[in-house]
């Protein structure tokens, strides 16, 4: 007879396992020329993120969304990406290969459509008249700029910006996710595979996270004045992998 012995463990000393938490998954989405929902989610993200800065978000809402999201990427003169948490919109990337001409091809296309939109935006704020001197001037500037820089095709990243809450350190220690740089590199990507060799940024003088994220991933920098107020363009080499900002 084989007698088995069944040894019993008592409660306190049964192992315990942690749940184990999902984290949160990070997507990066093209917004689509005729999407009408990615188009006003980047306008929003845009305004939210560049409301006190940016000269066309001082312009209003409507015409961020029906001028550079719409008119712009519609005519093929920008691009824009979305970047997602779990569904939810957590930060946004404009660029375009036309850094030279895009606002005046714009201008020369949908003259009539522009005027209208301002002419909206002005009605709906009517504080916008004083900060209209500014962004006229500084899509018409690009004009100048032909002549020192040289002709398209040219990277340049328009704007780029994350959500406070998802850029903290605690939400990149959580979850890994570094959605600045995930940015950035989807769109370096983007202009390695079209055959251009640098990439600019044109940031305010004043805006110092926006620097202190170009400086980390190897930009150069020059002062520089854009439409009349003092900025810095920043180069950025493609010709070899960028380092992740930390």
């Known amino acids: 007879?084989?007698?088995?012995?069944?040894?019993?463990?008592?409660?306190?000393?049964?192992?315990?396992?942690?749940?184990?938490?999902?984290?949160?998954?990070?997507?990066?989405?093209?917004?689509?020329?005729?999407?009408?929902?990615?188009?006003?989610?980047?306008?929003?993200?845009?305004?939210?993120?560049?409301?006190?800065?940016?000269?066309?978000?001082?312009?209003?809402?409507?015409?961020?969304?029906?001028?550079?999201?719409?008119?712009?990427?519609?005519?093929?003169?920008?691009?824009?990406?979305?970047?997602?948490?779990?569904?939810?919109?957590?930060?946004?990337?404009?660029?375009?290969?036309?850094?030279?001409?895009?606002?005046?091809?714009?201008?020369?296309?949908?003259?009539?459509?522009?005027?209208?939109?301002?002419?909206?935006?002005?009605?709906?704020?009517?504080?916008?008249?004083?900060?209209?001197?500014?962004?006229?001037?500084l899509m018409l500037s690009r004009r100048a700029e032909e002549r020192v820089i040289g002709e398209d095709p040219l990277a340049e990243v328009l704007a780029v910006g994350v959500l406070p809450q998802y850029r903290s350190a605690q939400f990149v220690r959580q979850t890994g996710l570094r959605i600045g740089d995930e940015l950035q590199e989807y769109v370096i990507d983007f202009f390695r595979r079209t055959g251009l060799e640098t990439v600019r940024m044109v940031v305010d003088a004043v805006n110092t996270p926006a620097l202190l994220f170009w400086h980390r991933v190897g930009g150069r920098f020059e002062p520089y004045e854009h439409g009349g107020v003092p900025s810095v363009q920043i180069w950025l080499d493609l010709g070899q992998e960028t380092e992740s900002a930390d």
């Open 1 to 137: 007879m084989v007698h088995r012995t069944h040894l019993k463990q008592s409660p306190t000393e049964w192992p315990t396992l942690e749940p184990e938490v999902e984290r949160p998954q990070g997507e990066i989405r093209e917004v689509a020329p005729d999407n009408r929902r990615d188009i006003a989610t980047v306008a929003k993200l845009h305004m939210a993120l560049f409301r006190d800065m940016g000269p066309m978000a001082q312009l209003g809402e409507l015409f961020v969304r029906d001028y550079c999201y719409g008119a712009l990427i519609q005519s093929g003169l920008t691009r824009a990406a979305i970047y997602e948490v779990d569904g939810q919109p957590a930060g946004m990337i404009a660029y375009t290969d036309r850094s030279i001409s895009f606002h005046r091809s714009a201008i020369r296309k949908h003259w009539f459509y522009i005027g209208w939109l301002l002419v909206r935006s002005l009605f709906r704020t009517p504080s916008t008249v004083v900060r209209l001197p500014r962004a006229m001037r």
